[in-house]
């Protein structure tokens, strides 16, 4: 019984992550309808600028919140440079420009910073959570931390202007535009928030997978698997899909005998096919209905 | 109200910019000036150069492949390395464990590759482009793990891969192996570029290209929609297979690691680079993947990447018809010269 109870807290903190991630790729996607799969190497991105902030002496929560506001600027000018022209253009060009994201900033972090592993530092220390043995305090740190931005972007987007705002702009654009909505620049904020938020899954889960170019690799598909789950149109959906995902990958990496870390991405890939079979909207997402 | 808020919000874009009527092919003349190039050019060049030109050959037919199904049916794959690590490692278990004559491990590469990739697209293909990308996407990134499992090491010899032997020049044949590979390469690549061609000018392809122009349209019209994508996936998937069943007897190595997510990319770099929808640009394109990162790592090691996405976001930008648009240019500059 505790194995089960432990197995399941380990997989709500993960999950958070994924939560994280899934939350990111559904905010740019509610914006501009399309996957960014760049979105985990622009969180990785942003992990090492933290780290790089920690090297020069930063304390760790000053490094954070700069971190984010970098991260923030950088996913808006990264909206108004390379994909507000491309905002009319088909699948395929925004696709090859989210591909060509990805393999650009790959490459330049390996140029800057290496691919050989680092530490990251956490500040909540690895010790047990209050005396229990089923969850250590960095784990209990993660889920915390998804849960305050939860809250905080509920409230943003419920009770103020813009966050109505952004909302109107990615649910009716045209209608937004007519009440004098600038629809533009709610899909640069969209960026540069969902930027911010891949930020703050990648310094949450840099110290349990280390600090390296690829390390996002498995959580960005774990945040698809998430969003698909949850409904690629809702940002509730896309948290609860995060803490499914992280709960059933850390039960059946224990309870199936022969999945054990090996066999992770696999697990994501049959997720996202079974879900995108089964029930292609997701748990809470909308049914896109086609104009013919 | 939520019915007119989505009828209204989504405005689908085509998933792929339709190529202006031109006809997928080149002229014959172009056609004939190209096969002497790619039969002479190995007679005066270094072995290392040939297995360059063969490894160009090798692209060019994966990059058709995908060109088949975005260019001729509307569709995404980010998972054509899958489907190219798939072939590599049918061909050299075959060769290595099996002991099955080389030849004849690239029809079967080209079967199990066309199986999976209709098994995979079957259920992929009830989803719109961006869900095709997601789940590609996903297979592409897992394919590694998948071929690193203990329970296939016996045959793919798990983390270390399989070494395959370079097959010898037939018939006491007085070439290298590096030139009878490049030759028999140069014939399958023939074959399945003709094979091709004919294949988007037959029912088949229109109606694969209906269903790209405009689904509903095509379905009005009675094309069974999701018969031709599943077949369009399949195709390419096989095709796929087949270069990656040449890839392994060329480079005489399989390893779990040479068929990351860099390899979709650089594949899809090479189609979006030779034009989409134009088939005799995967050469253009597959020259680009196969010299581009030389002359990037020349510059500095490990900047191919960020030299692959800067010149993927100035093609998408500048020349978003890629290759073909060049070729146009050069066509109607021609005709200009001739009648001045």
């Known amino acids: ?292 | 109200m939520s019915t007119i808020q989505e009828t209204v919000a989504k405005t689908d874009a085509a998933a792929v910019d339709a190529p202006p009527k031109k006809s997928m092919a080149l002229g014959r003349t172009t056609s004939l000036v190209m096969l002497v190039a790619l039969l002479i050019v190995p007679l005066f060049v270094k072995n290392f150069v040939i297995f360059q030109l063969t490894m160009l050959l090798i692209y060019g037919i994966a990059v058709l492949a995908l060109n088949i199904l975005t260019g001729g049916s509307g569709q995404f794959s980010l998972g054509q390395s899958a489907f190219y690590a798939i072939g590599a490692y049918a061909a050299a278990i075959l060769i290595e464990i099996g002991n099955v004559n080389y030849v004849l491990t690239l029809p079967i590469a080209g079967i199990i590759c066309f199986a999976v990739g209709f098994l995979f697209g079957f259920p992929a293909l009830r989803l719109s482009g961006v869900y095709l990308a997601l789940a590609t996407f996903a297979l592409a990134v897992a394919m590694p793990q998948l071929l690193k499992l203990g329970v296939f090491e016996p045959w793919t010899g798990g983390v270390q891969g399989l070494v395959v032997t370079k097959p010898d020049a037939p018939f006491g044949l007085p070439i290298s192996q590096d030139m009878w590979l490049y030759y028999f390469t140069l014939v399958v690549a023939l074959v399945i570029y003709i094979a091709s061609v004919n294949l988007l000018r037959s029912r088949s392809g229109r109606a694969m290209m209906a269903i790209r122009d405009n689904e509903i349209a095509a379905s009005a019209m009675g094309v069974d929609i999701s018969m031709y994508k599943t077949l369009a996936f399949g195709v390419s998937a096989g095709i796929t297979g087949v270069a990656g069943a040449l890839g392994a007897i060329a480079v005489q190595f399989v390893a779990p690691d040479s068929y990351t997510f860099q390899l979709a990319i650089a594949l899809f770099l090479g189609m979006v680079v030779g034009g989409v929808g134009w088939l005799p640009g995967s050469l253009a394109g597959a020259a680009f993947i196969v010299f581009v990162p030389n002359i990037a790592e020349g510059i500095s090691k490990g900047l191919s990447g960020a030299f692959f996405g800067v010149l993927l976001f100035l093609v998408i930008y500048l020349v978003p018809h890629g290759a073909r648009q060049g070729a146009i240019y050069a066509e109607t500059l021609l005709h200009k010269l001739r009648r001045s």
């Open chain 1, 1 to 292: 019984m505790d194995l089960l109870v432990n197995q399941v807290l380990a997989g709500i903190a993960t999950g958070a992550i994924y939560a994280c991630m899934a939350l990111a790729i559904v905010m740019i996607f509610q914006a501009i309808d399309h996957l960014n799969f760049a979105q985990g190497e622009m969180a990785m991105f942003s992990t090492f600028i933290a780290w790089q902030l920690m090297q020069w002496g930063v304390p760790y929560w000053w490094a954070f919140i700069l971190t984010l506001i970098i991260s923030f600027a950088a996913g808006v000018i990264i909206e108004r440079v390379l994909f507000k022209p491309l905002a009319k253009a088909p699948v395929l060009t925004n696709v090859a420009g989210f591909i060509a994201l990805f393999a650009i900033i790959n490459s330049v972090a390996g140029l800057i910073w290496d691919f050989t592993i680092k530490q990251f530092p956490t500040p909540f220390g690895s010790s047990p959570f209050m005396g229990s043995q089923l969850i250590s305090t960095h784990q209990a740190g993660m889920i915390g931390v998804t849960l305050v931005l939860l809250i905080l972007l509920f409230l943003f987007f419920r009770f103020t202007r813009i966050g109505l705002a952004m909302r109107a702009a990615a649910t009716l654009p045209e209608s937004a535009r007519l009440v004098g909505i600038n629809t533009g620049w709610m899909i640069a904020l969209g960026w540069g928030m969902a930027t911010a938020i891949g930020a703050i899954a990648g310094i949450l889960i840099a110290p349990v997978v280390f600090l390296e170019p690829n390390m996002m690799g498995g959580v960005l598909l774990y945040g698809f698997a998430a969003a698909v789950l949850g409904g690629l149109s809702s940002p509730l959906g896309a948290v609860i899909g995060g803490f499914l995902v992280g709960i059933f990958e850390n039960l059946v990496g224990t309870y199936i005998p022969g999945v054990g870390n090996e066999l992770k991405l696999p697990i994501a890939l049959a997720l996202i096919v079974i879900v995108l079979v089964v029930k292609p909207t997701g748990l809470m997402g909308r049914t896109v209905v086609k104009r013919v």
